[in-house]
């Protein structure tokens, strides 16, 4: 086997048709070249929050072998020096030859189902956007850190809850992905009015708006937020990636 180079996404979905990451998160162009060794993989990654970072993924001998080609290639020079995301299962052989800074482990998840209907959807709004200053307020206290921000691209759809005085007390929101595929963030609740299933709806609802209009939606969850991935799973999501965000630094 050798290290073989990838320049076009319709190649790299051709390694693996199905595969639901491939098909609804990587952009039609791809950023720069990945590469492949046997049945390992790395690609360029783009997100909206995190910029230009990569992805690796495949069994692990051969992402072990892969990692050591594009050493002594002089191709791991080409990679971005942010954020190289590897598969759960690759990590150690990864880690023991690439220096690796902070990060935080996650699971890619997907759903082509509508979500049954939840209890409360029908008091759910869409939040306009000359009130979408209430969501950043409502973020920045009860979610700070959350990929959801208002504003921050075309063509967002935010759902909420209001209580009784008209204060917001819940949102989310739709947005695509950088495969402009729709993606699922910024839920959020205000502390008192959790344990309702206010959250739940909000997901369910904005799931299947989603999927009613481009057939499928995707998230990404925090690996240790159990709960969340639960209710996910319950509302029909599935893991599709369970990953390791790590900075790259260099080869050791």
Known sequence: MTLTRLDSAA?????????PFLRWEIPATLARPGY?????V???RMTQTRGDGSALFGTTEDAAVLVEELIKTGRLDELPRNILTIEEPCYAEVAERLELGPGGDWHWMWTADEP????????????ARPDWPELTILIDEH?????????RLPGQVWLGLRDRTGSLIACGVVEDNVAGYPLLSGITV????????LGRAITAALTRFAVRRQGVCTLGAYAANSVAIKLYESLGFRIGRRWRSRRLIGAR
């Open 11 to 19: 190649a790299l979905r051709s390694l693996d048709p199905e595969d």
């Open 42 to 44: 790395i690609i360029p």
């Open 190 to 197: 205000d502390p008192a009015y959790r344990g309702r299933g």
């Open 116 to 127: 049954p209907e939840q209890a409360g959807e029908d008091k759910i709004i869409e939040v």
């Open 143 to 151: 979610n700070p850190g959350s990929d959801g921000i208002p504003g």
């Open 36 to 40: 492949v060794y046997g049945a390992a």
